[in-house]
C-alpha cells in the first residue's frame, strides 16, 4: 500500500503550453524549443515535453546523458545534450537518438572518430566562459556536420547591459563562418532582447515554468495539510529561536511542509498561505518538514490543505534565492498532479 502524500504540486499544463506560445510568438520567426533540464525545472519532464509537444515544440534540451535517456520523446521532436559527450559517455551517446552539443575541442575530435559524418551542435563561447568553444578554437569545427550552432547569454536578464550586444555580435560572427543548418543563442529573458537575439532556434526554460521574464502564467501550485490547529496565547513564541511572538491570542495552522520541501527558509515571518479568501502570514522560522502560518478569523481545521503563495518574482525577492532554485528546489515528498 502507497502512503498518502500530504503535499500536492499542482503543474497547470494549460498555462505551460500557453507560456509556450508566448515565448514563440516573441521569438518571431524563430523556431521556439524548451529547455527540460533537471526534470523540466522540478516540474516532472515527461510531462512538460508532453504537454509542449502538443502544442508544436521540437526542439528539447536537457544537460546530461542520463536525463536523456529518462525522457521520453515524440517521433518527429529532437533532444539534445547541453553538456556534450564527456569521457566514457560515447557509447551512451552513439546508442541513444539524442544529439549531443559537443563543447570543447577533445569533444569535437572524440565525436569525428565514433561517428564520423554523423550530425551533432556545437556550443560556442562569446563572452560568458561557462562551457563552449573560444572563437580561437573553431579551426577543429572544418568539416564537421554540424545541425545547429549555439551560444548562451550571460546577462540576457539585465536589458541594458552592453554584453547582450557584444555576445549577439561574435555569435553573428561565427555564424557567418562556421557552416551549420541553424544557429541559437536566446534563453527566455534573451527571446526579450530582441529579434537579433532570436536567430533560428530559442532555448527558453524559466519562462515556460512561469518565471524570469513578464507575461507568463504561473504553471507551480503548492499545497501543503494542516497537522494541528492551537491558540498561542499572547507573548508566546513559535519555531525555533522563538523568533516569532503573537501580539494578540493568535490561532495558528502548522502545516507538513518545509524546507526539505523546497519552501525557502528565507520565507520564515514573510511567505503567505491562503484560507479560503484570506491571506494567512506564515509565523515563525521554517523548519525542514512543518511551519505556522497564523490562520486567526480564518475557517482552518485539521486535516484542510491550504494553498501557498509560492509567486516566482515576489517569492525570490523576499527569500533571496533565484527563481530557478525556488523551481528546482522542490523536493520529493510531492504528489504532482497535472492538470
Ligand atoms: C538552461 C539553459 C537555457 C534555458 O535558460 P532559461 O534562462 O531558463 O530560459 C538555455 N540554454 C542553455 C544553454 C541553458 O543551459
Not at 23 to 36: P, Q, T
Not at 263 to 289: E, F, I, K, Q, W
Request: hydrophobic share 45%; charged share 15%.
Amino acid at each position: 500500500m502507497t502512503p498518502p502524500a500530504n503535499l500536492r504540486l499542482t503543474i497547470d499544463t494549460a498555462a505551460l503550453a500557453e507560456n509556450w506560445r508566448r515565448l514563440a510568438r516573441a521569438g518571431g520567426s524563430a523556431a521556439c524549443g524548451a529547455a527540460v533540464k533537471a526534470d523540466g525545472y522540478g516540474l516532472g519532464a515527461d510531462a512538460v515535453v508532453a504537454a509542449l509537444a502538443g502544442v508544436g515544440c521540437r526542439d528539447f534540451f536537457v544537460a546530461t546523458w542520463a536525463e536523456a535517456a529518462a525522457l521520453r520523446v515524440p517521433a518527429g521532436a529532437r533532444l539534445a545534450v547541453l553538456h556534450g559527450v564527456q569521457d566514457g559517455e560515447m557509447r551512451m551517446a552513439l546508442a541513444s537518438p539524442a544529439v549531443p552539443v559537443l563543447c570543447t575541442p577533445r569533444q569535437v575530435a572524440a565525436w569525428r572518430e565514433a561517428s564520423p559524418g554523423r550530425a551533432c551542435d556545437v556550443m560556442i563561447d562569446t563572452g560568458m566562459n561557462r562551457l563552449g568553444l573560444a572563437p580561437a578554437d573553431l579551426g577543429v569545427l572544418d568539416g564537421l556536420a554540424i545541425d545547429t550552432l549555439h551560444s548562451h547569454l550571460a546577462c540576457a536578464d539585465a536589458p541594458g547591459d552592453p554584453m547582450n550586444a557584444a555576445q549577439s555580435g561574435a555569435f553573428r560572427a561565427v555564424v557567418a563562418r562556421v557552416p551549420a543548418r541553424r544557429a541559437s543563442l536566446a534563453n527566455s529573458a534573451g527571446i526579450m532582447l530582441g529579434p537579433d537575439f532570436a536567430f533560428d532556434l530559442t532555448r527558453p526554460g524559466i519562462g515556460l515554468y512561469g518565471g524570469g521574464v513578464a507575461g507568463v502564467a504561473a504553471v507551480a501550485g503548492l499545497e501543503a495539510r494542516v497537522i494541528q490547529v492551537r491558540d498561542v496565547t499572547a507573548g508566546a513564541s513559535v519555531g525555533y529561536g522563538a523568533t516569532w511572538t503573537a501580539p494578540r491570542p493568535t490561532r495558528t495552522a502548522v502545516l507538513n511542509i518545509g524546507y526539505a520541501d523546497g519552501y525557502p527558509r528565507g520565507l520564515s515571518n514573510r511567505g503567505t498561505v491562503h484560507a479560503g479568501g484570506a491571506a494567512c502570514p506564515v509565523v515563525g522560522r521554517v523548519s525542514m518538514d512543518l511551519m505556522a502560518v497564523d490562520v486567526t478569523g480564518a475557517d482552518v481545521a485539521e486535516g484542510d490543505w491550504l494553498r501557498l503563495d509560492f509567486d516566482l518574482p515576489t517569492a525570490a525577492a523576499a527569500s533571496g534565492h533565484s527563481q530557478y532554485e525556488l523551481l528546482t528546489g522542490l523536493g520529493h515528498r510531492y504528489s504532482r498532479r497535472y492538470q
